[in-house]
């Protein structure tokens, strides 16, 4: 059965989001950029507090943990509908307790923490007191982790850990680093890393040097080059098993993958309805915007390319809450998802920022921001590429090559198999027509 409806009491949540978000979440964005992922000040903490307990009170509060993992277990396509309304906010995902990296970091301790993990990481991410960073890309490597060198060494009952990685979300603000490591270079290579657990005051932490996201403020959030420089960690740092490095990574990106791309859903959205009231306000020679064909053309392509992709997200998103996240048909859709995403966010960004003209260019509309953010989508948990090769190679696993060298569907054979198939009918056929 097929359905694209959202139940009545569900709805009534979204649409408390929505103007919850207009009306709390955006003033903050004006006042306070670039605080939503900084542990806040004590005169901050009395402003958005009491944003976090409403949430809190309605039960849309850090979402994206099922019950047995100390979450609300709202599934994949609520979550998808939470982003795409919340998305265009850099506070938005801040109030609601779902800011990245922190819930894919959340995920994995979930899934795979020990209680004692739990109780001094997980809890604490999830109750919003504390930030964490995801420290995987290497300098060398990016995310190719056969490309990996930064090592982990037993020595003794310890672990110590030497190398360097670079884009490392929010490393100034987190209280600790989920490091992903070879520890068996001789093993098959998706079997040579592990995941450890670092406090970020562990002794031998260093910032290289701070890197940002492109043409952001000074304040705003790093993506630091870190080295590791013999760095100890506890046995009890090792997060799940030795060797299981790459499944748990695995395990944290598909799901921000599909988060991803319902955020880019979201800044879309945004940028399209500002550029519809844009043509319903503006005149060119006497007339609307609106009433100019290649206006009307851009206005149509948006509207196309956003719900084409909106109902595939959501799709994917359905197929993983029905117990499909496993299968090649979900792994395949993600990857699609996540190489759409990017295209989806720059053109209708495009479109919009261009429908403004000089003003659309200007630091007084928001497109500065939302436009430098679209190559991000296409880099964001793997480079585009991969994904399209990926997808790719699933796609084809549900196809057979021909039999022999001409296509199956070579006209002249199918003829004569048809003419095989209905020889009688034939032969009645010519001699209705020689009568």
């Known amino acids: 059965m097929w359905d ?9 949540q979204l649409q408390w989001i929505r103007e919850f978000v207009v009306a709390e979440v955006a003033p903050l964005d004006l006042l306070w950029p670039h605080h939503h992922h900084k542990v806040p000040p004590p005169w901050l903490k009395k402003v958005i507090d009491p944003l976090k307990e409403q949430v809190r009170e309605r039960g849309l509060w850090a979402c994206h943990l099922g019950p047995e993992l100390g979450g609300r277990g709202f599934g994949q396509v609520k979550l998808s509908l939470m982003n795409e309304i919340i998305s265009p906010y850099q506070w938005g995902p801040t109030i609601f307790g779902v800011q990245g990296p922190d819930t894919g970091n959340a995920e994995i301790i979930a899934h795979y923490g020990t209680p004692e993990q739990k109780a001094r990481y997980l809890q604490p991410l999830l109750d919003g007191e504390l930030f964490s ?39 100034e603000e987190a209280a600790f680093l989920i490091v992903m490591a070879v520890t068996d270079p001789d093993a098959e290579p998706h079997r040579r890393m592990s995941m450890f657990l670092v406090p970020r005051d562990t002794p031998g932490v260093e910032m290289v040097r701070r890197t940002q996201y492109m043409n952001e403020d000074p304040e705003a959030m790093d993506h630091a080059l870190l080295r590791y420089r013999d760095v100890r960690v506890p046995a009890d740092g090792l997060l799940g098993e030795p060797g299981q490095g790459f499944e748990i990574a695995q395990t944290r990106l598909s799901g921000g993958r599909i988060h991803h791309a319902m955020r880019a859903v979201g800044q879309a959205q945004y940028a399209f309805d500002m550029a519809c009231e844009r043509v319903l306000s503006r005149t060119l020679r006497g007339r609307r915007l609106a009433d100019q064909q290649l206006v009307q053309q851009a206005i149509a392509e948006s509207y196309a390319q956003i719900e084409q992709f909106r109902l595939f997200v959501l799709r994917t998103a359905w197929r993983i809450d029905q117990g499909q996240g496993y299968s090649h048909a979900v792994r395949r859709d993600i990857a699609v998802a996540k190489v759409l995403s990017a295209q989806v966010a720059h053109d209708v960004t495009r479109r919009a920022m261009h429908l403004h003209g000089a003003l659309g260019l200007s630091n007084e509309m928001p497109f500065g921001a939302m436009w430098s953010l679209a190559p991000g989508y296409a880099v964001w948990d793997g480079p585009t590429e991969s994904h399209v090769s990926s997808a790719a190679r699933l796609i084809l696993r549900d196809h ?13 054979r199918r003829v004569e198999a048809a003419r095989a198939k209905y020889a009688d009918a034939l032969v009645e056929q010519a001699a209705a027509v020689s009568a």
């Open 4 to 12: 694209f409806s959202t139940d009545a009491e569900f709805e009534k």
């Open 133 to 171: 960073a995801f420290s995987m890309t290497e300098p060398q490597g990016g995310a190719d982790p056969l490309g990996f060198r930064c090592a982990a060494v037993r020595d003794g009952g310890d672990w110590v850990v030497n190398g360097e990685k670079f884009f490392t979300s929010n490393s």
């Open 400 to 412: 057979v090559p021909a039999g022999d060298d001409l296509p199956s569907q070579w006209l002249p």
